[in-house]
């Protein structure tokens, strides 16, 4: 439904004016790109096809679209299964604190370089 336009905004195709907002906080106040700065055009330009422009955008951006479309059959699975047994408390902290860590360092490294 979105697509990236010229003017670097996220709208809707074919309706002039119909931009999502700015998303970071941090970069509409202060002018700092956060960690997650480029994941919302990373994602939209995967979903069109647009490999490199994607990887352009963030290059995490393939990894957490890919997570995030895991999430789906994995919470179904989850509301059939109680207790949930596929990843134990331990395995999804160990997951959670491995993207920060890859949001962070590839940050420091677009900061850096």
């Given at each position: 439904?979105?697509e990236?336009q010229?003017?670097?905004?996220?709208?809707?195709?074919?309706?002039?004016?119909?931009?999502?907002?700015?998303?970071?906080?941090?970069?509409?106040?202060?002018?700092?790109?956060?960690?997650?700065?480029?994941?919302?055009?990373?994602?939209?330009?995967?979903?069109?096809?647009?490999?490199?422009?994607?990887?352009?955008?963030?290059?995490l951006?393939?990894?957490?679209?890919?997570?995030?479309l895991?999430?789906?059959?994995?919470?179904?699975h989850?509301?059939?299964?109680?207790?949930?047994?596929l990843?134990?408390?331990r395995v999804?902290?160990?997951?959670?604190?491995?993207?920060?860590?890859?949001?962070?360092?590839?940050?420091?490294?677009?900061v850096?370089?």
């Open positions: 439904i979105l990236v010229p003017k670097g905004e996220v709208g809707v195709p074919g309706i002039p004016g119909c931009t999502l907002p700015p998303l970071c906080l941090a970069y509409a106040w202060f002018g700092v790109r956060c960690p997650g700065c480029g994941l919302t055009h990373s994602f939209v330009h995967l979903a069109h096809g647009h490999w490199q422009a994607s990887w352009n955008a963030h290059h951006g393939w990894l957490l679209a890919g997570l995030l895991l999430q789906i059959p994995y919470r179904i989850s509301l059939y299964v109680w207790p949930d047994n990843l134990t408390v999804r902290q160990r997951i959670g604190r491995c993207l920060i860590g890859l949001l962070i360092g590839n940050w420091l490294l677009q850096l370089f």
